[in-house]
């Protein structure tokens, strides 16, 4: 069912399943990753069919190494930022997705590949997950929107002690800082996900969306924007079939 490269899309019973398929070099983010991606995001955006996203990887190692470095580093400074400028719009079209978004992580999960988890809503990952941000060592900063994605997501100080230290976090602290949601043993990862993906499914996919919504955009609001938001999702739910 799937045309790509390195990515592979799948859909079933209301599930739409993302794989990251570069296991040969732990599923790295390239610029085909990243253009295949930005399809399939939009495929699923407008697929009335889809009720929840599922995004995993191929191969035993790792969710993702993190951007291709035998590609983003060394490509020359226009192309890079002609690179930077369209990866804000994948990342915008990631948070954008109005699906429920639900991140299988294991192994190695590092740069751009904890950035795209924290465009999901809800990660899950196994006992062996390994994350870092390898990026201030090299030289850059997170481009896919990991400076803003992480403190909103774990705080600010603990945001800048992961990213400066340089120091990895094993599961159970990621679990702690509320990186991730859940830890569960590699073999339950995918039937956990699957999971919470068919209890969302149960629920009215107006009140799903709305609640979704609500959350996300009402973060980047004062609280009586946010309020306001509520009021009108939730009139709206009410009202939608
Ligand atoms: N970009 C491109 N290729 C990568 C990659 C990356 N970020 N990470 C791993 N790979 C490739 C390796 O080059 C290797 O390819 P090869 O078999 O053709 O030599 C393959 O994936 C396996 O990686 P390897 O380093 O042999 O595995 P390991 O278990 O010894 O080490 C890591 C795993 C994750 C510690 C190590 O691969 C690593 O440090 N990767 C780079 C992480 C990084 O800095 N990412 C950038 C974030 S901005």
């Known amino acids: 069912m799937s045309a790509f490269e390195t990515v592979i899309y799948e859909k079933a019973d209301g599930i739409a399943s993302i794989?990251?398929?570069?296991?040969?070099?732990?599923?790295?983010?390239?610029?085909?990753?990243?253009d295949e991606l930005f399809e399939v995001l939009g495929a699923v955006t407008d697929d009335p069919d889809a009720g929840v996203v599922?995004?995993?990887?191929?191969?035993?190692?790792?969710?993702?190494?993190?951007?291709?470095?035998?590609?983003?580093?060394?490509?020359?400074?226009?192309?890079?930022?002609?690179q930077a400028r369209f990866a804000r719009d994948i990342w915008q079209?990631?948070?954008?997705?109005?699906?429920?978004?639900?991140?299988?992580?294991?192994?190695?999960?590092?740069?751009?590949?904890?950035?795209?988890?924290?465009?999901?809503?809800?990660?899950?990952?196994?006992?062996?997950?390994?994350?870092?941000?390898?990026?201030?060592?090299?030289?850059?900063?997170?481009?896919?929107?990991?400076?803003?994605?992480?403190?909103?997501?774990?705080?600010?100080?603990?945001?800048?002690?992961?990213?400066?230290?340089?120091?990895?976090?094993d599961a159970e602290e990621a679990r702690r800082l509320k990186l991730v949601n859940r830890v569960v043993a590699r073999e339950y990862l995918l039937p956990a996900a699957e999971a919470m993906a068919r209890k969302i499914l149960s629920y009215p996919r107006a009140a799903v969306r709305a609640a979704k919504q609500a959350v996300r955009r009402g973060l980047d609001m004062t609280l009586a924007e946010g309020l306001a938001l509520e009021a009108r999702l939730a009139a709206a739910a009410r009202g939608a079939p």
């Open 19 to 34: 794989t990251l398929n570069r296991p040969g070099q732990l599923n790295a983010y390239n610029v085909r990753m990243r």
């Open 54 to 82: 599922i995004l995993k990887a191929a191969g035993e190692k790792a969710f993702c190494a993190g951007a291709d470095l035998s590609e983003f580093l060394t490509a020359p400074p226009p192309v890079f930022a002609r």
């Open 93 to 169: 079209r990631f948070i954008n997705v109005p699906q429920p978004v639900i991140a299988a992580l294991h192994g190695y999960v590092l740069g751009s590949g904890i950035e795209m988890s924290l465009c999901c809503d809800i990660r899950l990952c196994t006992e062996d997950a390994r994350f870092g941000l390898p990026e201030p060592g090299l030289g850059i900063i997170p481009a896919a929107g990991g400076s803003q994605t992480l403190p909103r997501t774990i705080g600010q100080a603990a945001a800048l002690e992961f990213l400066l230290s340089g120091r990895w976090l």
